[in-house]
């Protein structure tokens, strides 16, 4: 016994590196950050704070959100990507700075796919077109005719170049055939005030965020761009629906993590984001949000972006969308 108690200390500890194992075993022992790369009062940053608390509460620390915006959520992810994979710094990814901006963006200093390692899907969203309620328009049609009487090109508001709602625009303009203006704001929180003001006519956002204003009668819905009708707007059709045939898109969200975070934690990260999803207080909200709760985890949210990256840099060429 004496000289095999050695030989197998040995080869565990060639197994399992000493710091990895102990730095994944007192993991978390500090408050986590969780970076929004969206300003607030957008759907990204409604999510992580609905989370994030519960989060906190289930692994004994503080979970933080901090909103780092700008570039269509690459300066926010970027610096995630940068920090220490420690398990201390984690980051909401969505559709435009994971899947989109790699295709959109020549000189992205991050690789979504190699520089972050994929943790859990928390939701997928259908996103909107909504319009300020003076606009003489009540359908995707009017909204067609109207926009093709104008002089000059219509603008439309999204929270940002290269999100998914800055697509959902410019494949309306491709399929309906008016000419549209992007009007790029740092977040949706901006740019659903100034289409509420009148100083924006038209925007696409994801539902979480606009829905609210819509039931308040502050926005008008004209079409959702998911493939069926929402229970939270019935009688809001899709776009297939309102005429434009194969017409679908939709953002989701999910937590993302510095590409060298120790599995352990990673899995551990996963193990409390899945449970947090299945309370009934949290999932009560995600559906009033409009959301679909996915729960999917690393290696099954991994394909999804790869898909998802394949997806939209074929529709980013095919359609010869820049960024201005």
Do not use: C
């Amino acid at each position: 016994m004496k000289t095999i108690a050695p030989a197998l200390a040995s080869i565990l500890a060639l197994a399992l590196p000493a710091p990895a194992a102990q730095a994944a075993d007192a993991w978390p022992a500090k408050p986590i950050r969780w970076v929004v790369p969206y300003p607030p009062g957008g759907s990204t940053d409604m999510l992580a704070r609905i989370v994030g608390q519960k989060l906190g509460e289930r692994l004994g620390q503080p979970v933080v959100v901090e909103n780092k915006a700008g570039a269509g959520g690459n300066v926010g992810t970027d610096y995630v990507a940068k920090q220490p994979a420690d398990g201390y710094t984690i980051v909401m990814g969505n559709i435009g700075p994971i899947a989109i901006n790699p295709s959109l963006y020549p000189d992205l200093p991050y690789n979504p796919l190699k520089d972050l390692a994929p943790v859990t899907m928390l939701m997928a969203v259908p996103n909107l077109l909504v319009v300020n309620p003076a606009l003489p328009v009540h359908s995707v049609r009017d909204l067609i005719d109207y926009g093709k009487r104008q002089p000059a090109p219509l603008g439309y508001a999204t929270p940002g170049a290269g999100t998914s709602l800055h697509l959902a625009g410019e494949l309306f303009a491709t399929t309906s055939g008016v000419k549209m203006t992007h009007i790029p704001y740092t977040g949706s929180a901006p740019g659903l005030n100034d289409t509420m003001a009148g100083h924006v006519p038209v925007m696409f956002d994801n539902m979480p965020s606009a829905l609210p204003l819509v039931k308040a009668g502050k926005l008008r819905a004209l079409a959702i761009t998911s493939a069926q009708r929402s229970a939270q707007l019935p009688d809001v059709p899709t776009m297939a629906e309102a005429g434009l045939q194969g017409y679908e898109i939709a953002g989701w969200f999910g937590v993302l993590v510095p590409a060298a975070t120790p599995k352990a934690i990673v899995a551990r990260l996963d193990t409390e984001l899945e449970a947090v999803l299945k309370m009934p207080d949290v999932r009560k909200k995600l559906d009033e949000m409009g959301g679909i709760v996915s729960g999917a985890g690393p290696q099954a949210f991994g394909r999804y972006i790869e898909a998802e990256s394949r997806k939209w840099s074929m529709l980013v060429r095919s359609a010869n969308i820049t960024v201005q």
